[in-house]
């Protein structure tokens, strides 16, 4: 009842399931802030339950969890929303556009948003994501192909305590975008 952070990051093989993992501590641990369920096969299910569960929920990972949907970040913002400070989805790819902007919108301590690898992003809904997610320190958009130089302008507009932004893989990023970054970032590492 007394455990605070949980992370099986990895753990997919045998018996160990992403699900398993979350289901049991959904029925033991209700102080649980931080969750990594990254690589661990977790589907809606358990995130689900991990959250319902959750009293106060800040950190939450399910980075490769390629079967987690709309659903169940929508049910994590729901609860969660008011204290969630670390969301990593990189490689979910089942998320659409409308459940990423309903997380810029409804998680307003948002300091680090891990969004690389979901494929459904576009360069508009970036620059609409980055108008509400003035608290961002770090954003990973990397392999997100459709980010241009206009959502990174936006970004550095709207985001002035980006420390770290990470657009690898994205072709359609020019050297205008970094010299802007370079610019109006001062705390860009």
């Known amino acids: ?96 556009q409308q459940c990423l902007l309903g997380i810029a919108q409804n998680c307003p301590h948002l300091r680090v948003l891990n969004m690389g690898q979901c494929y459904k992003v576009t360069d508009k809904l970036i620059r609409q994501m980055a108008s509400k997610l003035s608290s961002l320190e770090v954003w990973d958009l990397r392999g997100c192909k459709q980010v241009q130089d206009q959502s990174v302008h936006q970004i550095v507009r709207s985001c002035s305590r980006l420390q770290t932004v990470t657009l690898a893989n994205c072709p359609l990023v020019t050297d205008v975008a970094l010299v802007e970054i370079a610019t109006y970032l001062p705390n860009i590492r």
Do not use: P
């Open 1 to 96: 009842d007394s455990l605070k952070e949980l992370n099986f990051s990895g753990c997919s093989g045998g018996a160990l399931t992403g699900d398993l993992v979350l289901l049991h501590a959904s029925s033991r641990c209700c102080n649980i802030v931080s969750l990594d369920a990254s690589w661990s096969n977790a589907t809606n299910n358990g995130a689900m339950a991990a959250a319902d569960i959750s009293k106060r929920l800040e950190v939450l990972c399910v980075n490769g969890c390629q079967t987690i949907t709309d659903e169940a970040l929508n049910y994590v913002v729901n609860r969660h929303g008011g204290t969630l400070q670390v969301l990593e989805i990189f490689g979910c790819f089942n998320i659409t």
